[in-house]
């Protein structure tokens, strides 16, 4: 860390430091005998016992006190700040939205990760959790849809807070049927009037459109005059076990809507994908990969952090001591001179 990392962002401020001085030299000096805060009828017994203290002249420390206080209070107005060192970000000029399914047929536990049964929902945060993390470059937004839609976190290069906004979702949260068209209709408003070079959807669902107030195929068609591309994945093992009386029997998933789901895909360029199981669901994000690759060119920037709250507080501290200062010091010599006329009346 150096010095050079330090700048403010209104030095321009600091024109203001003699203005005290100036305002002492300029307004007449005050009655210094209408200063006493506080007035007692036997104050003359403490005249002597203020003239022989000890201590240090009360006038100093006021003006030393006063002097940081107005010192700190201007370096907090000039906004001081820290520049980190200089970060490189690779920017590939591509918006990316991820919708996630999270329909109450999310929960169906047909994934298994090292040997042990985990629900899909489980799977996708595992896998595309991997996905945004080497997706560094693109500005990514996360949409969550179940009965409806909702945008869970708008477009950004912050791949680590996208990461925890989505394993933060819960299955239900956004209604238990499947708002597909919904969806998509949702990633389009967002998307529209941006200028990026390329605008991708990968879109994540189990299951058939069951809810919403717009189609898939007519929301694909908008996206396609967008030149919106969506990839869909169909997320769900080819048979599922269901419990019966005396034991459980494997019947054949038939709740993804392929037939739709590719054409979504076909309207806007793009690919439909079948991940049973989670081998397959990485296989997808790798081949996605390839498919939108990041751009190598990169933009840096240099972190920034405030720090004008730290002299503004010292400001405050020091004003509240200089405040306090005269009334102290006046309990002092009362409690002094309570003390000095007690030994006094003993001897």
């Given at each position: 860390m150096s010095l050079a990392n330090l700048q403010f962002i209104w030095p321009w401020v600091f024109i203001v430091l003699p203005l005290p001085l100036l305002l002492r030299l300029i307004l007449p000096a005050s009655n210094r005998n209408q200063d006493v805060p506080l007035h007692i009828p036997f104050i003359e017994d403490f005249i002597s016992a203020r003239h022989n203290s000890g201590f240090i002249n009360k006038n100093k420390w006021l003006m030393l006190l006063s002097s940081l206080a107005w010192l700190?209070?201007?370096?907090?107005?000039?906004?001081?700040?820290?520049?980190?060192?200089?970060?490189?970000?690779p920017i590939s000029g591509r918006d990316l939205m991820m919708a996630v399914d999270l329909s109450g047929s999310m929960a169906a536990e047909d994934f298994e990760i090292?040997?042990?049964?985990?629900?899909?929902?489980?799977?996708?945060?595992?896998?595309?959790?991997?996905?945004?993390?080497?997706?560094?470059?693109?500005?990514i937004g996360l949409i969550l849809f179940g009965q409806q839609a909702y945008l869970q976190t708008p477009l950004t290069f912050d791949t680590k807070t996208i990461n925890i906004m989505l394993q933060e979702s819960l299955i239900g949260i956004a209604g238990k049927a499947t708002a597909i068209g919904d969806a998509i209709g949702l990633a389009i408003k967002r998307l529209n009037g941006r200028t990026a070079e390329?605008?991708?959807?990968?879109?994540?669902?189990?299951?058939?459109?069951?809810?919403?107030?717009?189609s898939p195929l007519k929301a694909a068609e908008l996206a396609a005059a967008q030149k919106l591309k969506i990839y869909t994945i169909g997320v769900g093992a080819e048979s599922l076990e269901v419990g019966g009386f005396f034991f459980n029997r494997s019947v054949k998933n038939n709740e993804i809507d392929e037939k739709t789901l590719t054409q979504i895909a076909g309207i806007t360029g793009g690919?439909?994908?079948?991940?049973r199981n989670t081998d397959e669901l990485n296989k997808i994000y790798s081949l996605i990969?390839?498919?939108?690759?990041?751009?190598?060119?990169?933009?840096?920037?240099?972190?920034?952090?405030?720090l004008f709250m730290w002299p503004l507080s010292i400001a405050l501290i020091l004003a509240s001591v200089i405040a306090l200062l005269p009334l102290t010091s006046q309990l002092l010599l009362i409690l002094k001179g309570l003390f000095s006329k007690a030994v006094s009346s003993n001897g």
């Open positions: 700190c209070l201007v370096i907090a107005l000039a906004r001081p700040q820290w520049l980190g060192e200089r970060v490189d970000i090292n040997g042990r049964t985990i629900n899909r929902l489980q799977a996708i945060k595992l896998v595309a959790g991997e996905f945004i993390k080497r997706r560094e470059g693109d500005r390329k605008q991708v959807l990968i879109l994540l669902t189990d299951g058939a459109n069951t809810a919403g107030e717009v690919q439909y994908f079948r991940a990969d390839e498919l939108e690759p990041v751009a190598q060119e990169s933009q840096s920037f240099r972190p920034v952090m405030a």
